[in-house]
Structure formats: structure tokens, C-alpha cells
């Protein structure tokens, strides 16, 4: 008999804005969607949401704060992204900002773990409150880019989440070959352990967000998509967890799995 194991909830995470969280969070959840993981992507940006515009479904007039609210149910609010088959719970464009804290935040992850899901990633505004973080987080993906602000931003959230006893990584994004930039090696030694992924300054990136389609989906060769999915596969390695090899779903899903073969 199969046992059911709990999903792996994964916060992405920085202090600062810009830095490439939505972006990251979109295509780590297509890319491991893709691999078989069963995969649920939350937009909790609560003041910009910003997913649905990555993948088309601005539209959206159900999400994260109606299930806060308790006014509708978990499997209301979810929407399936039909060319990728990932599951998202939209923030609502129209709505105004609102607060998550530890007894709303509880009561719905309680309900997402007990969903059969393998990932959940979670986009979210920059800064955090940290009280509640922990007790329905598996870890936090820090992301930052390769300039001192943005570094120094996500150490101090390293410290808190340190104090926290959550597990936090880091990914280092927008890496150009600027001469300004600092290196991986500078920014791994700040933050006292190595990147789980470096991901390329990409045109693929900003053409992407206006053609509504996932970066690694419009052009699986771009190095951003390439490295994108190195970082899905190194979240595979650590998870224990089987994918489940659903079928893929739509018709990118179908033109991925051709490639994928
Ligand atoms: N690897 C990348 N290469 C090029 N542009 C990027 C990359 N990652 C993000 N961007 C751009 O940076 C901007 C901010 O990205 P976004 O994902 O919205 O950041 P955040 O969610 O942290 O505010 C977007 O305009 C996006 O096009
Ligand atoms: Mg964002």
C-alpha cells in the first residue's frame, strides 16, 4: 500500500524586491510539475500578486485570501494552470492587501498538507513576519543577486530564520558577467554555505512574463531554463519522494514530454 506522504512546502523568500522570487517560483513549480511531482504553486504575495500574470491567469477571481477568509474551501480556490498541469491558488488582482498570520496561516496549511501533493512552493512579498513562518514552512528558498544590498538582505533573513530553526537555501539570480557584479564564490562566503542554484541573467525572462508562458515551457534551451531545472532536480535528489510520472498534461506539457525523452 502506497503511504501518503506529506508535500514538501518550500517559501521563496528575500528581503528585498526585484530580486526574481515570482519568477523562480513560477518555473520551480512548472519544472518539477514537468518531472512528475505532484506540484502546488501559491501566489502569497498579498499586496502585488504577480503569478497569475506569469502564467496567463490574471483572471482569476478566486485565490489564497478567500480561503483565509474561510469563505470558500481549499479545493475551490485551487485553479489548474491546463498547459503545465500545476495547480495554483491566484492571489486576487483586485483585492486589497491583506495579513496572514500564524492562526489563518495554520488552519490552511494544515489542509494543504493533508492534499496529495509532493511540492508546494510558495511565492511571497518581500520582508517577513516571522512568527509563523516555521510552523507550516519545510524550508525557505532565498533569493538574491549578485550585489551587496540584496546579499546582505538575505543573510539577515538567514540569521532570523537560523534563530527559527527553519532550513533556508540559497539561489543566486540574474548572474550576468558584469564587472560590478560580485562573485558566487564572494556570496556563498557571506552567506556561509553554497548556492543551491545560480541562475543566469536571461532575456528568456522578461519575454516570457509578456507572452504569459513560464520561461522553461517558451524555450526549455535558454540557459535561465536550463538552470532552472538543475534546481528542480536538485530539490528531487533531496526529496525521498517518487515522482509520480503523470502524464503530461496539455499541449506544452505533451511538447515537453517529447523533448524530455
Ligand atoms: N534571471 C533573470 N534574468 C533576467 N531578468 C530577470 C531574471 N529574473 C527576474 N528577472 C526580471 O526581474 C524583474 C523582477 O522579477 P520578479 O520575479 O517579479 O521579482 P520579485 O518577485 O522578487 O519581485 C522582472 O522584470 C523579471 O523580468
Ligand atoms: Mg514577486
Redesign the pocket.
Known amino acids: 500500500m502506497a503511504i501518503k506522504m506529506a508535500p514538501y512546502i518550500i517559501r521563496i523568500s ?1 528581503q528585498k ?7 523562480i517560483a513560477v518555473n520551480l513549480a512548472v519544472s518539477l510539475q514537468s518531472m512528475g511531482y505532484r506540484t502546488l504553486l501559491i501566489d502569497a504575495d498579498t499586496t502585488n500578486p ?1 503569478v497569475g500574470f506569469h502564467l496567463g491567469m490574471e483572471g482569476a477571481n478566486v485565490g489564497l485570501k478567500d480561503l483565509l477568509k474561510k469563505e470558500r474551501k481549499l479545493k475551490d480556490v485551487i485553479s489548474l494552470h491546463g498547459a503545465t498541469g500545476v495547480h495554483v491558488i491566484c492571489g486576487t488582482l483586485n483585492s486589497q492587501p491583506f495579513a496572514i498570520n500564524e492562526s489563518n496561516a495554520k488552519s490552511i496549511y494544515e489542509k494543504i498538507k493533508d492534499a496529495n501533493y509532493s511540492f508546494v512552493v510558495v511565492d511571497t512579498e ?1 520582508g517577513y513576519t516571522t512568527e509563523y513562518i516555521p510552523k507550516v514552512y519545510d524550508e525557505a528558498l532565498l ?1 538574491t543577486t549578485p550585489e551587496m544590498p540584496a546579499v546582505a538582505s538575505i543573510v539577515r533573513m538567514s540569521h532570523a530564520f537560523d534563530k527559527l530553526h527553519l532550513k533556508h537555501h540559497m539561489v543566486i ?2 548572474l550576468g558577467k558584469h564587472r560590478y557584479e560580485l562573485h558566487p564564490r564572494e556570496i556563498e562566503e557571506t552567506y556561509g554555505s553554497k548556492a543551491v542554484g545560480i ?5 528568456i ?2 519575454i516570457s ?1 509578456s507572452e504569459h508562458i513560464p520561461a522553461v515551457v517558451l524555450s526549455r534551451r535558454a540557459r ?1 531554463s536550463m538552470a532552472v531545472n538543475d534546481l528542480a532536480e536538485t530539490y528531487s535528489a533531496m526529496s525521498s519522494e517518487e515522482p509520480e510520472r503523470e502524464a503530461p498534461h496539455g499541449f506544452w506539457g505533451r511538447l515537453l514530454g517529447i523533448f524530455r525523452r
Open positions: 528575500s524586491g526585484g530580486v526574481g522570487k515570482t519568477t504577480s518581500p533569493i539570480n540574474k541562475l543566469p541573467e536571461d532575456e525572462v522578461p512574463i535561465f
